[in-house]
């Protein structure tokens, strides 16, 4: 089971873009989904994360212009994102917490990373 993420490119100062991301196969539970970014020569920084009962987390630099939701019956999570800037430049990876049953029927507690997508706005 891998994480798919999607919606990345490249936007101007100011304006929004969505990312979404979903399991490549199927889960039988997924716990907290969040996102991360990184810029390179810098760490991996949480972004949002959220819980399958609803409750949000935000790092502050993204606060009032970010949002995270998720569906849980297509076990998706997405990231609006708005009013960005430049300094939102970075990979965007999804990252959830998930159950599956593997081959031989046995459960399976996954971390699992997406596979970042690219986000880059201009001023």
């Known amino acids: 089971v891998q994480l798919q993420a999607s919606g990345g490119g490249l936007v101007q100062a100011g304006g929004s873009l969505r990312l979404s991301c979903a399991p490549s196969?199927?889960?039988?539970?997924?716990?907290?989904m969040a996102w991360y970014r990184q810029v390179p020569g810098n760490e991996r920084e949480l972004v949002a994360d959220?819980?399958?009962?609803?409750?949000?987390n935000y790092a502050d630099s993204v606060k009032g212009r970010f949002t995270i939701s998720r569906d849980n019956a297509k076990n998706t999570v997405y990231l609006e994102m708005s009013s960005l800037k430049p300094e939102d430049t970075a990979v965007y990876y999804c990252?959830?917490?998930?159950?599956?049953?593997?081959?031989?029927?046995?459960?399976?507690?996954?971390?699992?990373w997406g596979q970042g997508t690219q986000v880059t706005v201009s001023s």
């Open positions: 990252n959830a917490d998930l159950l599956y049953v593997d081959y031989v029927g046995q459960f399976v507690a996954l971390n699992a």
């Open positions: 196969g199927r889960v039988s539970r997924i716990d907290v």
């Open positions: 959220i819980t399958s009962s609803g409750s949000i």
